[in-house]
């Protein structure tokens, strides 16, 4: 299981947070995303066949583009 956390400075509310979660939950292999807004930190715990790549590339599609 693989584990990385980022900041995403573009996420300002719940339904942000939420649209984080939504978007990279469909990513097939990730298992949890967890974030915190008033850090504007989330960690995400993916397995096979997900990659951080594919993680990253559907997050700056969503507009929350990951730094770090």
């Avoid at 509310?13 to 298992?31: D, I, M, S, T, Y």
Wanted: proline fraction near 6%.
């Amino acid at each position: 299981m693989s584990e990385k956390t980022v900041s995403i400075p573009d996420m300002s509310c719940g339904h942000c947070l939420a649209n984080v979660k939504r978007e990279a939950g469909e990513v097939a292999g990730v298992k949890n995303v967890e974030g915190d807004l008033e850090t504007k930190r989330v960690t995400f715990t993916w397995d096979a066949p997900a990659e951080w790549s594919q993680i990253e590339a559907v997050l700056k599609d969503a507009g929350y583009p990951p730094q770090g």
